[in-house]
């Protein structure tokens, strides 16, 4: 690129960049990210909020002369790994030799550019910044990118809005109790279920929840797979990939079928499906969870279920409204995702299904069913009658149904004591003393 070109846009892009600020503040310990000499990694889907995390770390850290380069720029889309040196070259030009501040460094969807591990590794080691990069590939996470930045590297998950994250910038500490002698009163409550409605309503990515609109979605997921599936993978026949991402999200929570949903593509080869899943995967549209095993062979053989990073996304590309229960099952999903807890689906030997078995870190289990109501007895025995297989064969040790809001004392007075009853406010600890 031509260098007075370049310096106009690095001025431009880093004005526009320092002039927003973070909305909603993400629930990310930044402070040693900040104390670590090594590059911090941000990963997650694309417009999950990984630039206004970036502006949430430079108004934490005055203290740091902040450079920022934005490789999503439409300005940059001629950028190449040579353009590097030129930024290097800017950048050293505008340095003040009276200016005592370190200097910090952030570069958002640098893997736009290939090679950009050997500038962000020349940055981190030979000019001593503190490097943040950003990128929407989990393979950002890989072995590969170990060894490419010398293993000198941190990596920090983003996803879209946490629930606590939106009651927390809402409501303040007027949300959270600390003892069972003061629980939140019915106006917290009741802001909280709004909040929650809203989010159930929109989706959880940033933009869609805080205009209130669901218009955005498809556009959203025809970029991700057009920039971070198709066109990083030089895949010349995307359409089998396209409606493999329709059906995923119109199965979103269902068990999948891999003869059925190879041949409703037209896919010859069914290595090219598990090709075409692992893509969706690193670009974070879907997690695949596996049935539930102690066998870790069994499980990496057996039945799987993908959801999609948020289940109003899915809505949208599948063109379907889906059942409010698969709404609340994809929120508890996500925020297992969240809490990077290890978990699969289990089905017992009459073909009872848990929605999740969550293992501890001392080797027990907690049953989850998820469902939105418990208002007819077929329903709460269809829940109760698997959590209490999963405590038989498997030895599960804590049992719980999630709800949307808190059950009657009456349905309470029929579910075993053994079972916990929690409506989704209090399962993602929004009445928590830990927020």
């Excluded at 999630?402 to 349905?411: G, I, N, P, Y």
Aim: net charge neutral; hydrophobic share 40%; proline share 4%.
């Amino acid at each position: 690129m031509d260098k007075s070109s370049l310096r106009r846009i690095l001025a431009d892009d880093q004005e526009l960049f320092f002039s927003h600020k973070a909305v909603i503040q993400r629930d990310v310990e930044i402070a040693p990210h900040l104390r670590s000499s090594d590059v911090t990694v941000v990963t997650g889907v694309r417009r999950c909020g990984k630039s206004t995390l970036l502006r949430q770390i430079v108004e934490s850290a005055p203290e740091y002369r902040w450079l920022y380069l934005d490789l999503e720029s439409p300005r940059l889309t001629a950028f190449t790994p040579d353009d590097f040196e030129l930024c290097d070259q800017i950048w050293c030009e505008q340095s003040d030799a009276n200016e005592a501040r370190p200097v910090a460094l952030a570069i958002d969807e640098v893997q736009n550019v290939e090679g950009w591990e050997r500038w962000v590794r020349y940055f981190a080691e030979k000019r001593r910044y503190k490097v943040f990069v950003t990128g929407s590939n989990s393979e950002m996470l890989s072995s590969e990118l170990g060894t490419a930045l010398g293993g000198r590297y941190v990596t920090l998950e983003l996803f879209p809005f946490s629930f606590k994250e939106i009651v927390r910038h809402r409501l303040g500490s007027r949300s959270f109790y600390h003892t069972t002698n003061s629980p939140p009163t019915a106006e917290v409550r009741g802001e909280v279920n709004s909040i929650i409605n809203q989010g159930l309503e929109y989706g959880l990515f940033p933009k869609p929840f805080l205009e209130g609109s669901r218009i955005i979605y498809p556009h959203l997921f025809q970029d991700i797979v057009a920039r971070d599936i198709v066109k990083r993978r030089k895949i010349r026949r995307p359409i089998p990939l396209i409606e493999l991402g329709s059906l995923l999200a119109r199965d979103n929570t269902r068990l999948f079928n891999a003869t059925t949903t190879t041949a409703l593509i037209n896919l010859e080869d069914p290595r090219t499906l598990a090709k075409y899943l692992s893509y969706f995967q690193d670009a974070y549209l879907f997690f695949r969870v596996r049935r539930y095993s102690r066998s870790r062979r069994k499980q990496l053989r057996g039945l799987s279920k993908f959801y999609c990073i948020d289940s109003v996304l899915a809505d949208e590309v599948s063109a379907q409204r889906q059942r409010w229960t698969n709404a609340l099952e994809s929120m508890v999903h996500i925020e297992l995702q969240r809490r990077k807890e290890h978990f699969g689906f289990w089905l017992s030997s009459n073909g009872y299904e848990v929605d999740f078995l969550v293992e501890n870190g001392q080797g027990g289990l907690t049953g989850i069913q998820v469902c939105f109501d418990l208002n007819s007895s077929e329903t709460i025995s269809r829940e109760v009658r698997a959590l209490l297989a999963a405590r038989r064969e498997e030895k599960v040790e804590r049992l719980v149904i999630v709800t949307r809001d808190e059950v009657s004392a009456s349905v309470r007075g029929i579910i075993p004591e053994n079972i916990i009853v929690q409506p989704l406010a209090e399962f993602l600890g929004l009445y928590s003393a830990e927020n």
